[in-house]
Each structure stands twice: as structure tokens, then as C-alpha cells.
């Protein structure tokens, strides 16, 4: 990676904007990744999920719903996180081809009253660099191996969902970031992520087959192969079109 022309911009409050992406119909990426030093409550990803804090903030965002299922509470949890996560790296990426610094030792969390992720804060703005023609999966190995492996053994562990679906819901995310952010060779690469079995280090590909684009009364619609469990909450809207179960589709 390279530095060079590229630096991170001071609010009129103090604080850092991230990236020059998060703007216009990106702005609301700065209120969910920040630097840690501006995240005043956040605490360490890594004592957050090892010291029993995950469990607490479960039970209090399961509180909202009476209850509620364990699986599809962490479920939900995690949509509030992958979103908060995977949307303004690509963005940045996407846009800038600035590679946010979101190693999981790295980074901290700060929460809502209900238990929910408020925001993620970074290290530092991260690198650019100059290269033009990377292809996803060169922006998608760091936050892979560095983060969403650790995180979704967190959801599994202490929210009981298992990793295909937590990979799922990271998808439906990444795949969004993509599509939004422009132009049709975007969206040629998140066909890629979804299409490929391996990654090009030879690894298997986690998001292989959890999205499909299918025709559906003549439009296009994006679907997920397994479902985030929303149903089972009380309250929370379904996904449409988007949900793994044709019942759910219409509610």
C-alpha cells in the first residue's frame, strides 16, 4: 500500500472523517466508523467479546423483545454489526481505494442503551493505494482474515447462530456496499464474491452461493441462501424480497 495526497479531514467538532467516501448519500458512515480516539466509550473488540460483555449486551437487546430467541437475537445483533463494519470499508475501498485499518486487536466498540453497536472505531485512517485494477477479493482477504473470522467464532460461541449464517449476513452487506457505490464493474465484482468457490489464495470462499440474483415478475432480486431469523422477533419487519423463505417474503 501507499500513502501519498490523501489525508483524513477534522470535523468542525473535532473529530476525524474517515474517508473522503463517506459523503453524500455515504455520509452516515462517520457516525459509524471512527477513529478510537474519538470513540470516548468504546472499549477493545477483544475484551469486549472474551469478558462476558457480548453476553450482556445480548441479553439487554433481547430484553427489547421480551425475550426473545437466542439465535435470532445474535442475528440481528450481528446485521447491526456487519453493517457497521463491512459497508464503510468497501465504501472506502470502492471509492478511494483506501484500505481501513480493521484488525480485530485493533479495534474498539461502543454501544446504544439497548445493547447494540453504536459504532466501531479504528486505529488510524488506513492506507491508499495507487492500483486501479484490484479485484474484491484482494480488499476482502484482510477483512476476512483479520477480523470477520474471530468475530463470527464470537457469534457462534456466545450467540449460538452458526457461521454460514453469520457469513450470510456479512454478505448481504458487503454485496450492498458494492452495488451502491457506482458503477457496473462494481457490481461485476460483488457477482464474483458470491460466485467463486475459492478465494485466489486457494482458500475456500466464505461468501460463495449466500447471494442469488434472480428474475422474479420481470425484476431483478437479490436473495440470501439461509435466512437471519428475523421472524422469530416480534416487531422486526422482514427483508422482502431478500429472505431465504418464500413465507416470509410478503410479511
Same mark, same amino acid.
Request: hydrophobic fraction near 50%; glycine fraction near 6%; charge should be negative.
Given at each position: 500500500m501507499a500513502m501519498g495526497g490523501h489525508e483524513s479531514v477534522a470535523h468542525p467538532g473535532g473529530s476525524t472523517v474517515l474517508s473522503a467516501a463517506f459523503a453524500g448519500p455515504h455520509a452516515w458512515c462517520n457516525e459509524?466508523?471512527?477513529?478510537? $480516539?474519538?470513540?470516548?466509550? @468504546?472499549?477493545?473488540? #477483544?475484551?469486549?467479546?472474551?469478558?462476558?460483555? *457480548?453476553?450482556?449486551?445480548?441479553? =439487554?437487546?433481547? $430484553?427489547?423483545?421480551?425475550? @426473545?430467541?437466542?439465535? #435470532?437475537?445474535?442475528?440481528?445483533?450481528?446485521? *447491526?454489526?456487519?453493517?457497521?463494519? =463491512?459497508?464503510?470499508?468497501?465504501?472506502?475501498?470502492?471509492?478511494?481505494?483506501?484500505?481501513?485499518?480493521?484488525r480485530f486487536d485493533e479495534m474498539t466498540v461502543a454501544l446504544s442503551a439497548d445493547g447494540l453497536p453504536r459504532a466501531l472505531g479504528v486505529p488510524a485512517p488506513g492506507d491508499w493505494s495507487d492500483e486501479d485494477g484490484q479485484e474484491i477479493f484482494s480488499a476482502l482477504q484482510p477483512l476476512v482474515d483479520e477480523h470477520l473470522v474471530r468475530v463470527i467464532g464470537h457469534l457462534k460461541a456466545v450467540g449460538g447462530i452458526a457461521p454460514k449464517l453469520a457469513w450470510n449476513n456479512a454478505a448481504v452487506y458487503i454485496d450492498y456496499a458494492l452495488r451502491t457505490a457506482?458503477?457496473?464493474?462494481?457490481?461485476?465484482?460483488?457477482?464474483?464474491?458470491?460466485?467463486?468457490?475459492?478465494?485466489?489464495?486457494?482458500?475456500?470462499?466464505?461468501?460463495f452461493d449466500c447471494l442469488r440474483h434472480e428474475e422474479e415478475n420481470g425484476a431483478q432480486v437479490c436473495r440470501r441462501k439461509i435466512c437471519c431469523l428475523r421472524y422469530l422477533l416480534p416487531g422486526i419487519a422482514s427483508c422482502g424480497s431478500l429472505c431465504a423463505l418464500p413465507s416470509q417474503r410478503n410479511q
Open positions: 459509524k466508523m471512527v477513529l478510537s $480516539a474519538d470513540l470516548a466509550d @468504546g472499549m477493545p473488540l #477483544a475484551e469486549f467479546f472474551a469478558s462476558g460483555a *457480548f453476553d450482556r449486551a445480548l441479553s =439487554t437487546y433481547a $430484553a427489547t423483545f421480551d425475550g @426473545g430467541d437466542r439465535r #435470532a437475537v445474535a442475528s440481528m445483533w450481528s446485521l *447491526f454489526y456487519l453493517s457497521s463494519l =463491512t459497508i464503510p470499508y468497501v465504501v472506502a475501498w470502492a471509492l478511494e481505494r483506501q484500505v481501513l485499518p480493521i457506482g458503477t457496473e464493474p462494481l457490481s461485476n465484482q460483488a457477482d464474483a464474491m458470491t460466485s467463486l468457490r475459492l478465494m485466489p489464495n486457494g482458500a475456500t470462499n466464505p461468501f
